[in-house]
């Protein structure tokens, strides 16, 4: 009996081995094909970025004090030289406004004016509340068909993705400012789930996020 339970165990053992591996080498395999797909199209430096009307700047989140988090501080300083640089007209700030007292597309227009963009310059997305979503509001409710994406290097592959598949012509400014070392590892690793669930999104499931009234960008800055 104890025999036939240890060769059990055994068998478990080896199953959840061979089925964690494959899952392993699908993501891997999903997050190869991606980065593929999309690395011709993102670009580090400002001057080599191609010129865009609009500019989606994702959201990145905040501190429990409504401030601006490192990440998304460095998104919304690259959008500013990329605007003073004349690589776009029309920063669309994206992120979530789901609570009353947390309020990423209105933080990040607070920084962005201080940084010296000015106000009519900017359009606030408040129901950004993950990529997917700010991706296809871009399109159904600013009207947006061709942008340039603000992100980070380790997000850019999803973003370009979710954009191809979501009918926007996109490509991605890295926002790479500072050293991001200390929590690298977990955002890569978060990375390879997150492009699980896009590809279901987009292939499976096809959620409609939040929309509302249309709002294209260039009767929003009239």
């Known amino acids: 009996m104890r025999i036939r339970v240890v060769q059990t165990l055994k068998l478990a053992t080896s199953v959840a081995v061979g089925c964690s591996l494959v899952v392993v080498m699908l993501l891997g395999g999903l997050r190869l094909w991606i980065e593929h797909k999309t690395r011709d199209r993102i670009y580090v430096h400002v001057e080599d970025v191609p010129s865009r009307a609009v500019a989606i700047v994702l959201g990145a989140g905040l501190w429990a004090d409504g401030s601006i988090t490192p990440v998304l501080a460095d998104r919304v300083a690259t959008a500013a030289d990329l605007y003073q640089a004349g690589a776009v007209r029309v920063l669309l700030f994206s992120g979530d406004n789901r609570f009353v007292d947390y ?42 068909d061709r942008a340039l994406v603000v992100t980070q290097r380790f997000h850019a592959p ?18 790479d400012r500072r050293d991001y070392t200390p929590r690298r590892f977990v955002w890569e690793t978060r990375e390879y789930l997150a492009l699980a669930l896009a590809w279901w999104d987009v292939n499976v499931r096809h959620p409609v996020p939040v929309l509302g009234e249309p709002l294209p960008i260039g009767e929003a800055e009239n």
């Open 103 to 144: 309020n990423e597309p209105q933080a990040m227009f607070e920084y962005a004016v201080r940084l010296g963009v000015p106000e009519d310059a900017i359009i606030l997305d408040y129901a950004g509340r993950r990529t997917y979503d700010s991706c296809y509001r871009a399109r159904a409710i600013f009207g947006v």
């Open 158 to 175: 999803r973003a370009l993705y979710l954009c191809d598949a979501l009918g926007l012509d996109a490509v991605a400014a890295v926002a």
